[in-house]
């Protein structure tokens, strides 16, 4: 816990600090969010021990032990006995913020039914996009083969959601409540903006972009300040989780948002990965059978535009002929091949 030790948190908790442990304690809070989530979530153990009569005796005891630990103190001086008296002291405080937190847990599962936070979870499938709005009046647009976890309407202050796949999002400021976003290996901190994550498990990248505001991102592994991103409107976040690399670049708002209102935009993309997004969009197979044009370069821009429409300029910009599939009367695949010498 860095220069921070249970000792110093267990005396700041019970107001006995100097003004200089306090201040050591502030500065190691304000570190990083890591650190701030770690005391909230003991000051919340510690404040519900406070309300019972077993975690009161156990503070009493705690504090006879350093009672008593300095009254022998005055009677030994040797170097053994201080080094005795530091780990007494730091296992005497482990002792009674392990006594809080199993009774606070013991409290937690008594009275689970009636304070459970019960997560709401939304899934998209292929075809099919969502507008979740929050309890502080967040708005969030999921696109499809997405999934989104976040609290319920009751919940106004745990402003926290979890996301797998791809969505917009339109946060209400709120400066005492960040609101964080958990995707991949990131966290993204925001107070009020509006930016686009783009988390597919099946993607070698992670697209944070951010459409206006600001938002701090970092790994949820979080060692150092200097692992935070900072971006500023018109910034995009690129990861690659496999290499544990990152970069910032300026990026086309269309392009990363326009999905959201049925536009895609495509500016030189591999026609393997427009394909990935025409599945997503319309939930629809799309297959190409000559791996050679699986990295074509496709410019485009279809606004509100049917599969057929897109199919057919796809057709004309690689000179590919295609094929629809049906089961009943729902168009299940679309295949792409090469025509043949004799045009058939």
Same mark, same amino acid.
């Given at each position: ?141 999921? %696109? @499809?083969? #997405? +999934?989104? /976890? ?7 202050? *745990?402003?926290?959601?979890?996301? &797998? ?125 000559? %791996? @050679?044009? #699986? +990295?074509? /370069? ?7 535009? *049917?599969?057929?429409?897109?199919? &057919? ?32």
């Amino acid at each position: 816990m860095d220069n921070v030790n249970w000792e110093l948190l267990v005396k700041y908790l019970s107001d006995e600090c100097r003004d200089d442990e306090k201040n050591i304690v502030r500065e190691w809070i304000n570190a990083r969010l890591e650190n701030k989530n770690e005391f909230d979530r003991l000051k919340k153990i510690w404040d519900s021990s406070e309300k019972k009569e077993d975690s009161t005796n156990a503070v009493s005891a705690y504090k006879k032990v350093l009672e008593g630990i300095e009254l022998t103190e005055n009677s030994v001086k040797n170097k053994r006995f201080k080094t005795v008296k530091k780990i007494t002291m730091a296992a005497a405080a482990l002792l009674i913020v392990s006594s809080a937190v199993f009774l606070y847990e013991m409290d937690y599962f008594r009275s689970k039914p009636a304070n459970e936070i019960v997560w709401n979870e939304k899934i998209t499938l292929p075809g099919e996009k969502a507008l979740i709005t929050l309890a502080d009046g967040s708005r969030i647009t999921l %696109n @499809s083969a #997405s +999934k989104l /976890k976040y609290s319920p309407k009751n919940q106004k202050n *745990k402003r926290e959601v979890y996301l &797998e796949g791809e969505a917009f999002f339109d946060v209400v400021h709120d400066s005492a409540n960040p609101f964080i976003v958990y995707s991949s290996n990131l966290i993204t901190v925001d107070l009020g903006t509006k930016f686009n994550i783009n988390s597919f498990p099946e993607e070698s990248n992670v697209l944070i972009s951010l459409v206006e505001g600001k938002v701090e991102i970092f790994k949820r592994d979080l060692k150092t300040e200097n692992s935070v991103v900072e971006l500023q409107p018109e910034q995009q976040l690129v990861y690659i989780p496999g290499k544990e690399t990152a970069k910032v670049r300026n990026f086309d708002i269309l392009q990363e948002t326009g999905w959201k209102d049925n536009i895609l935009k495509f500016e030189s993309e591999p026609l393997e990965k427009v394909f990935v997004k025409l599945e997503r969009a319309f939930g629809i197979e799309f297959e190409l059978k000559d %791996n @050679s044009f #699986s +990295k074509f /370069k496709i410019t485009g821009n279809f606004k509100n535009e *049917k599969y057929s429409t897109i199919c &057919e300029a796809l057709k004309r910009l690689t000179k590919l002929n295609y094929k629809s599939i049906k089961e009943g009367n729902t168009i299940k695949k679309v295949i792409f091949y090469k025509q043949s010498a004799k045009g058939g």
